[in-house]
């Protein structure tokens, strides 16, 4: 089993859609959360870190559940530009590495 | 440049060749990582270096993989007798802090093709 799961996709929607990635990660010992984004033959950028107590960012709204070991992305009012794979990614149990899932590719359509 | 650099950004080696791929971080970045991404996957791990100390190289697939990064800043990521499964693109992160308390910055990525 791999440390961080993701469904890969795609996910096709029209503009407009709401939409929402899941990611599930094996260590209960991680301590730090991300969403990364990345652009076709671009390099991974921050979107957000995810919190215990839910963030919200925009139309970006992140969730944590430390119980289930989930993560959670939910994109409102998507946009032709939030067409990109999206990242989920862990901190390694010693707080060293960061652990990426397989991504997950939305493509957003008009 | 305020980014972290990479160089090459592409490069095409003969099966059994030896490449160097280098990572010119941030300044003032403590965290370095070298990262591994093959085509429709997400990053894998190689290694992980805070300062001048390679704290975790966990990741790195065999004994022709090798990652310095000697006075604490530029790093360099070198792959001996490389072979056709090492065909990737080899990214390189820094970061101000450890991880998971400040945000890791991404190169463009050396794209290294073996024929």
């Known amino acids: 089993r791999k440390e961080v799961e993701q469904d890969p996709g795609p996910f096709n929607v029209p503009e407009g859609a709401t939409v929402a990635f899941n990611c599930t990660y094996s260590?209960?010992?991680?301590?730090?959360f991300f969403w990364y984004r990345q652009d076709c033959r671009k390099e991974p950028k921050l979107l957000m870190s995810v919190y215990s107590s839910g963030n919200e960012d925009g139309r970006f709204t992140a969730q944590l559940n430390r119980a289930s070991q989930y993560i959670s992305l939910l994109i409102r009012d998507s946009k032709l530009s939030d067409s990109a794979t999206y990242l989920c990614v862990v901190n390694g149990p010693q707080g060293g590495k960061l652990i990426f899932g397989q991504g997950t590719e939305l493509s957003v359509k008009p | 440049g305020a980014g972290v650099s990479q160089s090459p950004r592409y490069k095409v080696a003969k099966r059994g060749q030896d490449v160097a791929l280098r990572c010119d971080p941030i300044s003032g970045h403590v965290s370095l990582f070298w990262y591994q991404q093959a085509l429709g996957q997400g990053p894998e791990f190689l290694t992980y270096f805070q300062n001048e100390a390679q704290l975790d190289k966990s990741g790195l697939p065999s004994d022709r993989f090798f990652a310095e990064r000697p006075e604490g800043s530029v790093s360099t990521l070198k792959i001996q007798r490389t072979q056709q499964e090492d065909s990737a693109v080899y990214l390189c992160?820094?970061?101000?802090?450890?991880?998971?308390?400040?945000?890791?910055?991404f190169g463009q990525g050396t794209r290294l093709t073996v024929v």
């Open positions: 260590n209960s010992a991680s301590q730090s």
């Open positions: 992160a820094s970061s101000l802090e450890i991880p998971g308390q400040a945000e890791a910055f």
